[in-house]
């Protein structure tokens, strides 16, 4: 009995409707999808098994294979494909059903590909999806912290410069990479011409360094949600600042269970956080770099913490809060996914 509860549990985790705020595209993308561009453009693997180099003990042997991903990407034909097929991946295996997606500009322009044939292919793919499989899907262009200022500000300015390129899907300005040596102050200029461009902000903060990041990228880089930022739970004061004036965490259990040594996932941060009344949702990071997807997340970390359905449901409904959805788009959804909700929970056995 108790397996056959199980199974049921899992079933409704994987198909409780979702949406996903911290979730990078260049992470998305298939193994099989991998090796194909690979072969096609003539980059060459350290492996023929790509999902052999899915894996790493650190955030920079993460950010390696990361760039290796990004190096195989080129062709707007390819962003719209993997674009395309990390959105069904979300669909099949997570019911998801809005997508606020990054991307990371610079790690293609170094290469030589144009911003503008990065912005098409990627709304080609969601548009595509869009019509498919009836997901949607927004982009964050990310500043990668291991690039200097100049280089994160000038990536805005072609960014604001080519936005039309996305037709509308870019949405936003977020900053990723590894974050303990190179802090959110360095982009300050970048996250200030972002604002002005209109796009909203977000950041990685506190993945991997001290609680002040957080406090850095709302009050200096005018941040409106943070990603990650497990290490609010040091400071005491932080954490009651963010909870009083309602921050948003996009937390990812997986990824960070791998590189920052989480291991057991019911002493994840994410526990502590949500117990002490900060505003969390679940996203998948990387999922095919790190084995998962957006359905086994909220089947991992809701299991191992223990979560009853009400929990769950607060989670999904935080995601849509979050978003960057207008307001009518945003009612439009939290009623539509509360009424799904109502209906798997009333096929839940007891
Ligand atoms: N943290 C830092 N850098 C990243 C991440 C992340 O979660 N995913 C992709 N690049
Ligand atoms: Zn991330």
């Given amino acids: 009995m108790a397996g056959r509860l199980t199974v049921l549990r899992e079933d409704f985790l994987r198909r409780v409707p979702k949406a996903e705020l911290h979730c ?4 998305t993308v298939r193994p099989a999808t991998f090796k194909d561009l690979a072969e096609r453009h003539g980059v060459e693997l350290p492996s023929d098994d790509p999902a052999q180099l899915y894996d790493y003990n650190t955030i920079i042997e993460f950010l390696s294979i990361f760039g290796m991903v990004s190096s195989t990407i080129i062709d707007r034909d390819d962003f719209a494909r993997a674009a395309y097929e990390s959105l069904e991946d979300g669909v099949v295996l997570g019911n998801l059903r809005y997508r606020e997606m990054f991307f990371n500009p610079t790690l293609h322009t170094r290469r030589g590909v144009p911003i503008s044939t990065v912005l098409a292919g990627l709304a080609d793919g969601i548009e595509a999806a869009e019509q498919d499989l009836h997901v949607r899907c927004r982009l964050i262009a990310d500043v990668y912290r291991q690039d200097p200022p100049d280089a994160a500000r000038q990536m805005v300015e072609e960014l604001l410069d080519a936005r039309d390129h996305a037709r509308g899907h870019l949405i936003g300005l977020g900053m990723d990479g590894a974050e303990a040596d190179d802090p959110p102050e360095k982009f300050v200029d970048a ?8 796009l909203r902000l977000t950041s990685h903060a506190s993945e991997d360094a001290p609680p002040r990041n957080i406090v850095t990228c709302l009050d200096l880089l005018g941040c409106e949600r943070i990603d990650h930022g497990y290490h609010i739970l040091e400071d005491p004061a932080i954490l009651a600042r963010c909870r009083d004036d309602g921050i948003y965490f996009t937390c990812c259990p997986t990824s960070t269970a791998v590189v920052y040594g989480w291991p057991d996932l019911s002493h994840h941060p994410i526990k502590d956080m949500v117990a002490g009344g900060l505003r969390c949702m679940l996203n998948s ?3 095919t770099m790190f084995h998962t997807d957006i359905g086994r997340e909220y089947v991992v970390a809701c299991q191992a913490l223990g979560y009853d359905a009400a929990k769950v449901r607060q989670l999904c409904l935080n995601g849509v809060e979050a978003s960057w959805l207008d307001g009518v ?16 929970q009333a096929s839940l056995p007891g």
């Avoid at 990078?24 to 992470?27: D, Q």
């Avoid at 996250?191 to 209109?198: K, V």
């Fill in 329 to 344: 788009d945003k009612a439009v959804m939290r009623q539509e996914l509360n009424a799904e909700i109502d209906a798997l």
């Fill in 285 to 287: 990071d990387d999922p």
């Fill in 24 to 27: 990078h595209f260049e992470g």
């Fill in 191 to 198: 996250f200030h011409l972002a604002r002005r461009g209109g």
